[in-house]
């Protein structure tokens, strides 16, 4: 089956720096993907769609400035989270879909745990 | 837009009990529906699916038939072990290219 993969999957930073956190699809081409963030024992609440090669389209409510989304190859999605601050402190999920949307199944990476300090 | 609400949890169990997590939707066309189970310290992974009306998903033990009539895709299991712990989301797949939409999910604890 298709494969998405995080990195990192835990992170600790101080307040006011940035943080990038990257999503690739493994054995497929995604040129879409899902950033979700998932507060604890909360569900996940979309952030954003990351295109390839376009402008990522953001949920209504996400600080575009703040989540900088780049989709740079059919491989690779990263998000960075600019000037965190404790607030921001989240699980962040990335998906795609497979190459066909065959089914609208969404492939979830790992997830990456941010901590901002 | 779609919307998803699903029975709030924790929900308790002893091993070997009987398993049900309702979930129900709604949708403007005729969304897949998905359950996924994200273990502890984990991302999601996918459960079970069914795309149409009346497609039974099954996974493991777990199964849940998709009710266009009654707008639900309850998640089902006999019996089950307390490796099952984990939560449970559902979730619907808008019929254009869209993300997922998830019920807010329901932690499942299971008892020796």
């Known amino acids: 089956g298709a494969v998405v993969s995080q990195h990192p999957s835990r992170v600790i930073c101080k307040s006011g720096t940035s943080v990038k956190i990257e999503c690739r699809s493994l054995d497929f081409q995604a040129t879409t993907m899902f950033w979700y963030r998932q507060f604890p024992k909360q569900s996940l609440m979309l952030m954003a769609t990351?295109?390839?090669?376009?402008?990522?389209?953001?949920e209504q409510g996400v600080e575009k400035d703040k989540f900088l989304i780049n989709h740079a190859s059919l491989t690779l999605s990263t998000l960075t989270v600019t000037s965190a601050h404790p607030e921001d402190s989240s699980f962040y999920i990335c998906?795609?879909?497979?190459?066909?949307?065959?089914?609208?199944?969404?492939?979830f990476g790992e997830g990456s745990r941010l901590t901002v300090l | 837009g779609n919307s998803v609400t699903q029975m709030e949890g924790p929900v308790t169990l002893s091993e070997e009990a009987f398993l049900t997590i309702n979930c129900t939707y709604t949708a403007t066309g005729y969304p897949s529906l998905f359950w996924y189970v994200q273990y502890p310290g984990e991302g999601l992974q996918l459960l079970l699916k069914?795309?149409?009306?009346?497609d039974k998903g099954s996974n493991k033990g777990f199964e849940a038939t998709y009710r266009k009539e009654t707008t639900s895709f309850h998640l089902e299991k006999g019996s089950v072990q307390v490796s099952d712990s984990a939560v449970y989301f559902c979730?619907?797949?808008?019929?254009?290219?869209?993300?997922?939409?998830f019920g807010s999910g329901t932690r499942l604890q299971v008892q020796p």
């Open positions: 998906s795609a879909p497979d190459s066909q949307w065959a089914t609208g199944e969404l492939f």
């Open positions: 069914a795309t149409k009306a009346d």
């Open positions: 990351s295109n390839e090669g376009s402008k990522a389209t953001y």
């Open positions: 979730a619907s797949g808008d019929t254009g290219r869209r993300a997922l939409t």
